[in-house]
């Protein structure tokens, strides 16, 4: 099934489950618009209610075009850099452009530079914490729905490689927000206080930083 929306045709999927009450919809990072219903709804309701949010799916596909946009190029930081593909250097990162071999593992250079970065600036917002907490173990993964996880019970703190591509603001709110939970462990109105002790701004860098489609 398809869907055209602005004279483009995208791949429509319908997920009827029983365990679903309502309606609803989203665009996956492939453009599909997946939509997920009761086993019962019939198609012509599905299909009127996505009429009915025609202009939410335009700036759901809007959103992640953009994401699709931003994936492909290289940030680094918050900055972005021209790729020049060389046979000349595995990886070399220069004021406005990076040379990239075609085989270089990307993933692990990020990783690595991630680890370096995420560890110095962990244990700085550790240090400047307001409140008295455990010390945060580090772990680092390359997640597609999180910029963040606080596991409050081992004090785990695990956060989204793709977090390098973002500025060090960025960055430092993801910690913060994390190390709120070994205060308050949901997202009350508590928790945001926390936070805002630590991050006064973070409103900005929330914003920033799930641009393209995580959250905290």
Do not use: Q
């Not at 959103?63 to 021209?82: A, C, H, M, Q, R």
């Not at 455990?134 to 680092?140: A, G, S």
């Not at 913060?176 to 009350?188: D, F, K, P, T």
């Amino acid at each position: 099934m398809t869907l055209t929306i602005d004279n483009e045709i995208y791949n429509l999927e319908i997920v009827k489950k029983r365990t679903t009450k309502n309606i609803y919809i989203r665009v996956k990072d492939d453009l599909t618009i997946y939509v997920t219903c009761n086993t019962l709804t019939p198609n012509k309701k599905v299909m009127a209610v996505i009429e009915d949010n025609y202009d939410s799916i335009k700036k759901m596909i809007k959103k992640v075009k953009e994401k699709i946009k931003f994936n492909s190029e290289f940030y680094y930081l918050g900055k972005k850099y021209d790729i020049i593909y060389t046979e000349f250097c595995d990886f070399k990162l220069g004021e406005e452009k990076v040379f990239i071999s075609r085989d270089f593992n990307l993933d692990k250079w990020k990783k690595k530079e991630a680890l370096r970065i995420f560890s110095e600036h962990l244990e700085k917002c550790y240090n400047n914490f307001s409140r008295r907490i455990p010390h945060p173990t580090l772990r680092l993964r390359k997640m597609t729905s999180r910029w963040g996880v606080c596991n409050i019970k081992t004090h785990v703190i695990t956060l989204n490689t793709e977090l390098i591509t973002k500025e060090i603001g960025c960055l430092d709110y993801v910690i913060y927000h994390e190390l709120s939970h070994l205060v308050e462990a949901n997202h009350s109105k508590r928790f945001w206080a926390v936070v805002e002790e630590n991050c006064p701004d973070y409103r900005k860098w929330r914003s920033l930083t799930n641009k393209y489609g995580s959250e905290e």
